[in-house]
Nanobody
Framework: QVRMVASGGGSLQAGGSLRLSCDVS????????MGWFRQGANKEREKVAS???????TYADSVKGRFIISGDNPKNSLYLQMNSLQPEDTGTYYC????????????????????????WGKGTPVTISS
């Protein structure tokens, strides 16, 4: 059974930094495609960043240059370093992974979205004040 637990959220002023962590267990795919999504109030959940077995990373345009996704063997631990945080970054952040079947290819699906995700971690809230 795959379990993903996100942590590291908090409240701070604009311009600050946070590092989110996601502890992963039970993910036994030969490869991986994992990522972070977020959902703000009255907004749809959106992909923030993703990483695959080949080290390929992708970012939403709104966070490029500010956020960095990484992993310590991402099938065990996934991170999101968030710098220069802005009020529009406020939301609940979720770590996520595709199914083991999809992950076997080692790459994320093109235009990775919610529909590609098999496993979700419980969200961690981030609140940025101006």
């Amino acid at each position: 059974q795959v379990r993903m637990v996100a942590s590291g959220g908090g409240s701070l002023q604009a311009g600050g930094s946070l590092r989110l962590s996601c502890d992963v267990s039970g993910y036994v795919a030969s490869g991986y495609c994992m990522g972070w999504f977020r959902q703000g109030a009255n907004k749809e959940r959106e992909k923030v960043a993703s990483i695959d077995s080949y080290g390929m990373t992708t970012y939403a345009d709104s966070v490029k240059g500010r956020f960095i996704i990484s992993g310590d063997n991402p099938k065990n631990s996934l991170y999101l370093q968030m710098n220069s945080l802005q009020p529009e970054d406020t939301g609940t952040y979720y770590c996520a992974a595709v199914s083991e079947w999809t992950a076997a290819a080692g790459r994320c699906p093109e235009n990775l979205g919610e529909g590609d995700i098999q496993y979700w971690g419980k969200g961690t809230p981030v609140t940025i004040s101006s």
